[in-house]
């Protein structure tokens, strides 16, 4: 039975991808992001940090493939090294808010009461500023880290995760086999995280697929307005920021690649996002 | 009328806990600042004594629920803080910048508006034509593209390339000076002054700006008609519509249009908080002179008080734009003011 499900959803997954040619380079797109990521710095063919004051502010060449920058730092080996960087911080903060904010969800939906009207209370608090804002806010006050970038991006992002769980947990919570399983004597902690855990997990994760691109975004544009990531370190958002004066006396090349290769690294996550959604839920394809 | 009068009330008081939580969370952003806030106001040369004198001028000494009310009573006061970089009050430089950010913002809102809705309406009537495929391309792009990334590309196409554009710096060429305020809306101070060259060098510095902002929020404005039309088109009344004879037009627009509307007319509280949200990045890139760069300068200054005093000024914005929006959902759906439920 289980094998028929599993080659019945892998078939559901091979006509998702096949269906769709664009979800396929979104496949392959994201699969070369995360390989930039894990051998990035080993790949590359300059040091990102090595300036050559001789070498300044040069076009798109074969030595250098994006150009130079002011100081004659190759841009293809800051943008591709940069990957590491920005993916880590959006994993890292749509994990924690995934973590923290089923979880959350989850018992807000479960218990009710009290603790439901104070976990609602704080993720429409949250929802009640404008999220790029409030991030901004709470990486000044915080400090500027890379770690307050992850923490701010996690916060905006929790009212999502809460909202899933707890809606998903709210429609399951009086059902016949969560019944069934109180009545066999699990601990409410044992059916929240056996019975109703993998119930949300499926929706919880396309939120997870489509928050990725965000998290980028906004991490990428807190850095671009000096927030987070300090120079030199290469991040897209401080690549595209250190270019961006050169870009009314004509050197494009210093933030437009960077910037290129940032939106298209959302995009393929959004793309993914869309397609991961069609595969959980082939109802809801807009 | 009196229904819709007590609806409109009922949001009014809805809108408060919103208000009361944006308030809590500022008063906290506040004093989590790194270190000891007294020491960082008193300034890098204070001595103890004169650390000890800020803290206690700025209350710092008093429980946590004394200061909040301290705190929340200046506020109402008008008392935002002071910007050290300036010497000013927060709440009054905010207010002078204010204009030169809504002005953007309500131009890109209609622009993206203007292209958002016929867009989301003709993919919806046509699923599948080559309209819907550039639809449903334009609102995966829009959502994809950093702000800061297009309005640079903008620039070099623009202004570099083609040298349509002015430079992207700033309101207003600097051999023109601002019209006298009125409302602080350039456009419209310099047509009560009716200078039309005026005008015309407002509106140009506006373009740039206006069209990367608005290419961000075309995409929700636009998924969401395109969706909400689609429900609305496969109804019944709209079936017994066009059973009855009613010209196509009359259907699209006078039944499934008019409906469909109310759904996007919601959305317009979430395309606001990513207005504002990117109007910080679009003011950096085009060297804006609104509350975004505002805060980003002082920022870059480590002077707190302005960002602290943005971040509250752009909640209560965004609680009060949510507000409207609710209010005028309140006035046109039609079930509301008929009297059914």
Redesign the interface.
């Known amino acids: 039975m289980t094998g028929f499900l599993a080659s019945e959803t892998a078939r559901h997954i091979r006509h998702v991808l096949t269906e769709n040619p664009v979800t396929l380079v979104a496949a392959s797109l994201f699969l070369m992001f995360v390989l930039l990521a894990l051998f990035g710095p080993w790949i590359v063919p300059y040091d990102p940090l090595a300036s050559d004051s001789a070498a300044a502010l040069q076009p798109p060449s074969w030595q250098h493939g994006f150009g130079t920058d002011s100081i004659g730092r190759d841009i293809l080996s800051r943008t591709l090294v940069a990957t590491r960087l920005d993916l880590g911080i959006a994993v890292s903060a749509v994990a924690l808010s995934f973590a923290l904010g089923i979880a959350l969800g989850l018992a807000a939906g479960y218990f009710g009461g009290w603790w439901d009207t104070a976990v609602t209370?704080v993720s429409?608090?949250?929802m009640?500023?404008?999220?790029?804002?409030?991030a901004?806010?709470?990486v000044?006050?915080?400090?500027n880290t890379v770690g307050n970038i992850v923490l701010a991006t996690a916060i905006i992002n929790l009212p999502f995760y809460v909202r899933v769980a707890r809606a998903e947990t709210n429609v399951r919570r009086n059902a016949g086999f969560v019944e069934a399983a109180r009545l066999s004597g699990n601990s409410d902690l044992r059916i929240l995280a056996v019975h109703l855990f993998p119930n949300i997990l499926p929706p919880a994760l396309v939120q997870v697929s489509l928050n990725m691109?965000?998290a980028i975004?906004n991490a990428?544009?807190l850095s671009?307005?000096?927030?987070g990531v300090r120079p030199p370190t290469p991040e897209w958002?401080i690549l595209?920021?250190e270019?961006?004066q050169f870009?009314?006396?004509?050197e494009?090349w210093v933030?437009?690649f960077p910037?290129?290769v940032?939106?298209l690294a959302?995009?393929s996550f959004?793309?993914l996002g869309?397609a991961l959604r069609d595969i959980f839920d082939p109802r809801k394809r807009? | 009328m009196t229904r819709t009068l007590a609806l409109v009330g009922r949001r009014l008081l809805g809108a408060l806990?919103?208000?009361m939580?944006?308030v809590?969370?500022?008063f906290i952003?506040?004093r989590?600042?790194?270190g000891d806030p007294a020491a960082y106001f008193a300034g890098g040369a204070a001595t103890q004594g004169a650390v000890d004198q800020v803290r206690q001028q700025l209350g710092l000494d008093k429980s946590w629920l004394e200061q909040f009310f301290r705190y929340a009573a200046g506020l109402l006061r008008g008392d935002f803080g002071t910007s050290l970089t300036t010497g000013q009050p927060v709440l009054q430089e905010l207010v002078s910048r204010l204009p030169a950010s809504i002005e953007m913002v309500l131009l890109a809102l209609l622009l993206a508006c203007s292209v958002a809705l016929p867009l989301g309406v003709m993919a919806a009537t046509r699923p599948g034509s080559w309209i819907d495929q550039l639809c449903r391309l334009l609102t995966?792009?829009g959502?994809?593209?950093?702000?800061?990334?297009t309005g640079?590309?903008l620039?070099?196409v623009f202004?570099?390339l083609l040298g349509w554009a002015p430079?992207?710096l700033g309101r207003l060429d600097p051999v023109f000076s601002p019209p006298s305020q009125v409302t602080g809306l350039y456009l419209i101070d310099a047509v009560l002054a009716g200078d039309a060259a005026l005008w015309w060098a407002a509106f140009k510095q506006l373009i740039l700006p206006t069209l990367t902002m608005a290419l961000f929020v075309l995409a929700p404005i636009a998924?969401m008609t395109?969706?909400s039309m689609?429900q609305v088109l496969s109804s019944d009344f709209v079936r017994t519509a066009r059973a009855s004879g009613l010209s196509p037009t009359t259907v699209r627009v006078r039944y499934a249009l008019r409906n469909a509307l109310l759904p996007v007319v919601t959305t317009l509280g979430m395309v606001?908080?990513?207005?504002?949200?990117?109007s910080?990045?679009v003011e950096?890139?085009f060297g804006w002179p609104g509350v975004g760069s505002y805060?980003?300068d002082a920022?870059?200054a480590s002077d707190?008080a302005p960002?602290?005093g943005?971040?509250l000024a752009?909640?209560v914005l965004?609680?009060l734009l949510?507000l409207l929006v609710d209010v005028l959902y309140t006035l046109i759906d039609p079930r509301i003011s008929l009297g059914a439920d």
């Open positions: 209370r429409d608090t949250i009640a500023f404008p999220l790029f804002v409030l901004m806010g709470i000044a006050s915080l400090g691109g965000w975004l990428a544009g671009f307005i000096g927030l958002g595209v920021a270019g961006a870009i009314v006396s004509g494009w933030s437009f910037g290129a940032l939106m959302v995009f959004n793309l869309d807009t | 806990p919103n208000l939580g944006v809590i969370i500022t952003l506040t989590a600042l790194p995966t792009a959502v994809s593209l950093p702000t800061f990334f640079l590309l620039s070099y202004y570099f430079a992207p998924r395109r969706a689609l606001f908080g990513f207005m504002l949200g990117s910080v990045i950096k890139v805060a980003i920022l870059t707190y960002v602290q943005f971040v752009m909640g965004f609680v949510n």
